[in-house]
């Protein structure tokens, strides 16, 4: 199963997404983030081999989505 990581400040949209992650064939859901600070603490507690996340989250709002992927594609 491919291990993912979700990502997004909506509690709505989050669970949502969630729901149908885990439903899904060879997808196990490994952790789900509203923040950056949560969305690091998991990818490192969980070595996910995926991570989808929203580009806009807290704690400013702006592009942390786009820089923790930048991140992990230079680090991992």
Known sequence: AIR???AEDNT????????LLERADGIELV???ADRP???ALIE???PDLV????RMPPTGTDEGIQ????LRRDR
């Open 4 to 6: 993912v990581v979700l």
């Open 12 to 19: 709505l949209l989050r669970e949502g997404i969630a729901r």
């Open 31 to 33: 952790g789900a983030a």
């Open 38 to 40: 949560e969305l690091e």
């Open 45 to 47: 507690k969980t070595t």
């Open 52 to 55: 989808v996340t929203d580009i």
């Open 68 to 71: 923790i992927a930048a991140q």
